[in-house]
């Protein structure tokens, strides 16, 4: 679907469809869920530009309609370790949504998107009419919670070759495509977003790449990395 779908006047039908796939909203009537697609504000950013920074005092909720934006934390020296990558069908901002304090995390767009923004008052009155909304919610949150629980146990007690592995294999569960060799097909990222999402150097994947592809767990097909299904097992 194009961007520009999004500006047109069947705008709401569309936030509609994609409300109607959310779990958080999974409890509101056809009706309510047609009104409350009506309150979403709809922009686009470009790939590289950022939705908000950390510690920013916005307390909306997004969801994204097309595209993919990634929340990361940022350091003075302009180090990035990423902690979740959000796509097209996901929401983000529930924190401050829920707290109203500022961002825990900065959103980067990684590709050209396109946004759905509601107002936080307007959630509020969403949840005051159906309190399952906020429910719904707190389910999604825990769920998250438990992901970046699973992070920081890798960066605590993961060496590089095992998070980087264990990065390639959950994209490859969520994604990946088996090609005759028995090998998970995903996208291949570069080394500088590798080095983000598992907080390491670049310098460090670089070579942890490279042994990998020596012992033929990863290896480099143009614009893909295939991944070994037992990957784990072999390092």
């Not at 510690?55 to 902690?83: C, F, K, W």
């Not at 825990?104 to 009155?125: C, H, N, P, Q, Y």
């Not at 995903?186 to 592809?213: D, F, M, N, P, Y």
């Amino acid at each position: 679907m194009e961007l520009e779908s999004f500006s047109g006047k069947d705008k709401s039908a569309l936030i509609e469809k994609f409300l109607r796939e959310l779990p958080v909203f999974k409890s509101l009537s056809d009706n309510y869920l047609s009104r409350i697609a009506k309150d979403f504000i709809v922009f686009q950013v470009k790939k590289g530009e950022t939705v908000f920074y950390q510690s920013d005092s916005s307390t909306d909720l997004y969801i994204v309609l097309e595209g993919a934006v990634r929340a990361s934390l940022l350091n003075q020296e302009g180090q990035e370790l990423v902690l979740a990558a959000f796509d097209k069908g996901n929401f983000f901002g529930e924190m401050s949504l829920l707290d109203g304090k500022p961002r825990s995390a900065t959103i980067i767009a990684v590709e050209d998107s396109a946004l759905g923004m509601l107002k936080r008052e307007r959630f509020l009155s969403a949840v005051k009419d159906d309190p399952m909304i906020a429910i719904d919610l707190l389910s999604a949150l825990v769920q998250r919670l438990r992901m970046a629980d699973g992070m920081i146990e890798s960066l605590a007690f993961l060496d590089v070759n095992q998070r980087l592995v264990k990065l390639f294999l959950s994209i490859a569960a969520a994604e990946g495509e088996k090609d005759k060799s028995g090998f998970f097909r995903i996208k291949k990222l570069t080394h500088k977003e590798l080095a983000a999402r598992t907080g390491a150097s670049r310098e460090a994947i670089s070579k942890v790449i490279k042994a990998l592809a020596f012992r033929d767990v990863v290896r480099e097909d143009g614009d893909y990395f295939l991944i070994s299904p037992d990957a784990e097992n072999r390092i």
